[in-house]
């Protein structure tokens, strides 16, 4: 049976302070839709379950269950910094300071930020003042620029010269089929010259781009070429992992994560 979690150890053995995640739908408390290891708090199983998950995600982490800290996520620009402050608001406080965001920062050791998806983009990301970033990238998002939000925040808290990404399991573009009002949207964000890398295929009307290719380029803005890493796992065809192309919106979430280790 696959682990409940994977890691790269591409991205991993760059920085040893780093500790980094990918969920698998395996070895989970849910049932029916949402089997068996669903992270999603928002995609209508039932939160008790949820919790269990979260739980068993904390022990693999060796960490508390509540210092696993994932936005709502609304395919909003919006970057939320994880502070003290934030870690000493109410579970319900923290669900509307968290309520329209995409991405998270934090400098917090053992506090893990993630994303949850089942498609979309998950992107994660430090810098060498070891502030690292967990950036949730449909092309709603990507599209309003919430890959510059997660950067500028990052930059704003310990600007750096030096930053590594990895880019998780998402949907591939030939799946990922979209309609020309959505396209031309990507047309607005884009040079003519990026187009050509991110639309795999037009079929018709049917334009099928590659929103992992986009989300990269946007990442090359940032850092070097060499330091974005790729897990190159297509998340419809792998069943593994969620996919609400393949299976509907009532299915479960998978989480990509990372944690400053801290020193005990």
Not at 131 to 151: D, M
Not at 161 to 168: I, K
Not at 179 to 186: N, P, R, S
Not at 224 to 243: G, P, V
Request: hydrophobic share 35%; proline share 3%.
């Amino acid at each position: 049976m696959l682990e409940r979690i994977i890691r790269s150890t591409d991205f991993e053995s760059q920085n040893p302070r780093i500790d980094h995640f990918v969920t698998t739908r395996s070895n989970g408390y849910s049932t029916s839709a949402y089997s068996s290891f669903n992270l999603g708090k928002w995609c209508g199983e039932d939160p008790e379950t949820t919790r269990f998950n979260y739980k068993l995600l904390g022990k693999e982490l060796h960490i508390d269950s509540n210092n696993i800290i994932v936005p709502r996520e609304v395919h909003s620009n919006e970057t939320v910094v994880i502070d003290e402050h934030f870690l000493r608001c109410s579970l319900v406080e923290r669900e509307r300071l968290l309520a329209t965001a995409d991405a998270l920062v934090t400098r917090l050791p053992r506090v893990a930020i993630g994303v949850t998806t089942a498609d979309c983009v998950p992107i994660i990301g430090y810098n060498s003042n070891d502030t690292i970033v967990a950036i949730h990238a449909g092309w709603r998002g990507i599209v309003a620029g919430v890959i510059e939000s997660a950067f500028k925040k990052m930059q704003e808290i310990s600007p750096s010269q030096d930053y590594r990404f990895l880019v998780g399991p998402c949907i591939d573009g030939d799946s990922y089929e979209v309609g020309e009002d959505v396209w031309v949207q990507f047309k607005d964000r884009f040079t003519d010259a990026e187009q050509d890398k991110i639309l795999r295929k037009r079929v018709g009307e049917k334009f099928f781009p590659d929103i992992r290719t986009a989300a990269s380029i946007q990442l090359e803005q940032h850092c070097r070429t060499n330091h974005i890493k790729q897990i190159q796992i297509d998340t419809y065809s792998n069943l593994n992992f969620y996919s609400v192309r393949r299976d509907g919106l009532k299915t479960g979430r998978f989480v990509t994560g990372i944690m400053l280790k801290g020193t005990n």
